[in-house]
């Protein structure tokens, strides 16, 4: 099992920046790609980023690629997204997954295992 636990979401204006990290326990993540996904009440979750299990190939949501950066400490156990000119299209609560898959790090049935979610709030 891994557990893992959001932070860093928060409230922030149109342009800022925020960061988010993910930290994991139960096992290292150095077995595992990682995700990011963001869901809206009433919506689907969408993907927003992934790594491989080392680091090495990242992927992002067309929607988010060149603002978002997804990196991962696999000896700390960590997982971060920097996020950068927000916008409020950016509003949701944001998911870091683990999944021992090696394909698909696109789709949410590909993880394994999910985190409670961080709200990250954009105001205009």
């Known amino acids: 099992q891994v557990q893992l636990v959001e932070s860093g979401g928060g409230l922030v204006q149109a342009g800022g920046s925020l960061r988010l990290s993910c930290a994991a326990s139960?096992?290292?993540?150095?077995?595992?790609?990682m995700g990011w996904f963001r869901q809206v009440p009433g919506r689907e979750r969408d993907f927003v980023a992934a790594?491989?299990?080392?680091?090495?190939?990242?992927y992002y949501a067309d929607s988010v690629r060149g603002r978002f950066t997804i990196s991962r400490d696999n000896a700390k156990n960590t997982l971060s997204l920097q996020m950068n000119t927000l916008t409020p299209e950016d509003t949701a609560v944001y998911y870091c997954?683990?999944?021992?898959?090696?394909?698909?790090?696109?789709?949410?049935?590909?993880?394994?295992?999910w985190g409670q979610g961080t709200q990250v709030t954009v105001s205009s």
């Open positions: 790594i491989t299990r080392s680091g090495t190939i990242t």
């Open positions: 139960g096992r290292t993540i150095s077995n595992y790609g």
């Open positions: 997954a683990a999944t021992d898959a090696m394909y698909s790090y696109q789709r949410d049935r590909t993880y394994n295992y």
